[in-house]
């Protein structure tokens, strides 16, 4: 993909709703007549591919100890931590009900914990449930495999980073959001340099290869001054991975939002001009832009992905790991076996229930259709590299490229003038100045777009 060209102007202009494509279709589209028989049949179509696929398992943590304006994760606050038992009973029954319908030498290649807030549980909880996953899977032995969690350094020891990857965790990710006291008392998420600081050198001293730190961009009392400040600490920090993600205010959907004052947002141009130093001193400073939102150091196994042309998009942002089946487990928890995706239950209730009477907590998901197939890889392959072979996937799925997508095309067109991407009959390649609005370009391509009364978050 080629380097990034950051064009302020045509980026306001493109700065729309837009889906972030860690699925296609996206997670509105998913119904509830899918369930539990649905997800088995895709477990056992898989199991007799000719070729297995490695697994992935994502783990959700929906407590937290403190709500962060914010977010607009499915978590439970709470300061008992005695829920955390409850939970993981039946988070140990949901793994040993799903690995059963796995076939044995299907090994897991890639973990993340995440949350809510995955550092709720004790070490101890933390290692019996890796030692359960492999048990139950079987681990993949190969040196690169990624094993991640997410932490928040607030509720977060030295020494707990330490143990956690001496278990076997690889990669950390860090929720920094914004140094800035002001910033931090409006989202209610006040965390110093010093902690976080000292969460990376305990998962630098047990073994973590990876760690990445979130920012957020468009927060509430943000000046382009702060948010310099903020840059200037968190690269000091020297973190393999740098994810900075707009923040999409959307209180009519996320209750905790509704405690920020959209007052102190910062309008178009100030936003805008938050992502523009993010990318100048990011960039200045060695690190690589992945995509969208992420970044990384030349020698991160995603900015080596992105360079080979094994990068690919799921759940958790960007992955270096394109070939699994990834199972979800916990509450809300998504997975995508096959040509399926499923979630589970959104609510403690709901998930508990469906355990303890013997059955899988899923209440909805889709089947994709072929067109649903074909239309995901272009999006994949938009996203990821930026670049489709139109003669290869031609082949692939044995049709006339300019014929199928002849009202994609018709979209891009508009894109193509604007300089966001260069087409021909042979390919579809994003230019330096589309790197930013690769969700723009994907859209063109989305069946469900012009349909859908779903609100997204603004592509920038």
């Known amino acids: 993909m080629n380097a990034t060209a950051f064009d302020r102007n045509l980026i306001a202009r493109y700065d729309v709703g837009a889906p972030r494509y860690t699925s296609y279709p996206t997670a509105p589209h998913f119904r509830e007549s899918f369930g ?29 100890l403190s709500p962060c304006f914010y977010c607009g994760c499915a978590r439970i606050v709470t300061h008992d931590r005695g829920k955390a038992a409850s939970y993981l009973t039946r988070l140990h029954r949901e793994i040993e009900l799903v690995a059963a319908r796995f076939d044995r030498d299907r090994v897991l290649a890639q973990l993340h914990f995440g949350g809510g807030t995955p550092n709720f549980l004790d070490v101890e909880q933390l290692v019996e449930l890796i030692d359960s996953l492999e048990r139950h899977f079987g681990f993949s032995r190969d040196g690169s495999r990624e094993f991640g969690i997410e932490l928040d350094p607030r509720y977060c020891s030295e020494d707990y980073a330490r143990q956690v990857a001496a278990a ?10 914004d140094f800035d006291p002001a910033v931090q008392q409006a989202v209610n998420r006040v965390q110093g340099v010093d902690e976080t600081a000292a969460v990376m050198i305990g998962a630098r001293r047990g073994g973590v290869r990876s760690i990445n730190l979130d920012l957020i961009y468009g927060l509430p009392r943000q000046t382009p001054e702060s948010f310099a400040t903020t840059l200037e600490q968190v690269i000091a920090l020297s973190p393999d991975r740098i994810a900075a993600y707009g923040y999409a205010h959307l209180p009519e959907r996320f209750k905790a939002q509704r405690q920020i004052d959209k007052y102190e947002l910062p309008d178009a141009g100030t936003r805008l001009t938050l992502l523009q130093q993010t990318v100048e001193m990011l960039t200045a400073a060695g690190y690589v832009h992945i995509g969208v939102d992420h970044f990384a150091l030349p020698d991160d196994d995603l900015a080596r992905a992105l360079a080979n042309g094994t990068l690919h998009r799921n759940f958790q942002g960007y992955s270096t790991h394109a070939a699994c089946d990834l199972v979800g487990f916990g509450m809300s928890a998504i997975g995508h076996v096959g040509d399926t995706f499923s979630q589970n239950a959104k609510d403690l209730v709901g998930y508990y229930a469906a355990l303890d009477g013997g059955r899988l907590p899923v209440a909805r998901g889709l089947r994709l259709d072929a067109d649903d197939l074909v239309r995901a890889d272009v ?17 692939r799925y044995s049709l006339d490229f300019a014929l199928y997508f002849r009202d994609s095309l018709r979209q891009l067109r508009a894109l193509e003038q604007d300089g966001l991407v260069e087409s021909t009959p042979a390919r579809i390649r994003v230019t330096a100045r589309g790197r930013f609005l690769l969700r723009n370009i994907a859209r063109c391509f989305d069946a469900y777009a012009e349909s859908s009364d779903v609100r997204y978050s603004r592509a920038v």
């Open 36 to 64: 539990e028989a649905d997800l088995l049949r895709a477990i056992k179509a898989s199991n007799g591919d000719p070729i297995p696929r490695d697994l992935s398992a994502y783990v959700h943590v929906p407590f937290c």
């Open 168 to 177: 076997g965790i690889n990669r950390v990710s860090i929720g920094v959001q």
């Open 379 to 395: 999006i994949q392959q938009l996203m990821c590299g930026g670049d489709v072979d139109v003669a290869a996937f031609e082949e």
